[in-house]
């Protein structure tokens, strides 16, 4: 069984960074799709950005220009960079993993979440 952990969060000024980092371990076949997302009280969850195995990179709009990810196909770890912060970026945010198990079949897989709070 795959496990999919985050960490990196916590609290920024507006303008400031912080950088999410995801890992997927365990019992891990072949890894598909990594993301991000994330959830705003009352709101929907949101993609933020995702990467395929072969690094093709999708970005939400809303962080276009100011969020990087970068992911790591050898060591199975997916980063988040979050640059040019703004109060509306507050969110929980989860990581998701498209993995293959023993079969063959692909499976989702999600972390707990980070909390990101812009505040100043």
């Known amino acids: 069984q795959a496990q999919v952990e985050e960490s990196g969060g916590g609290l920024a000024q507006p303008g400031g960074s912080l950088t999410l980092f995801c890992v997927v371990t365990?019992?891990?076949?072949?890894?598909?799709?990594m993301g991000w997302y994330r959830q705003a009280p009352g709101q929907q969850r949101e993609l933020v950005a995702s990467?395929?195995?072969?690094?093709?990179?999708n970005y939400g709009d809303s962080v276009k220009g100011r969020f990087i990810i970068v992911r790591d196909n050898a060591d199975n770890i997916l980063e988040l960079q979050l640059n040019s912060l703004k109060p509306e970026d507050t969110a929980v945010y989860y990581c998701?993993?498209?993995?293959?198990?023993?079969?063959?079949?692909?499976?989702?897989?999600w972390g707990q979440g980070t909390q990101v709070t812009v505040s100043s």
């Open positions: 365990g019992n891990v076949g072949r890894v598909h799709s």
């Open positions: 998701k993993g498209v993995i293959s198990n023993d079969y063959g079949v692909n499976l989702v897989y």
């Open positions: 990467a395929t195995e072969n690094n093709e990179l």
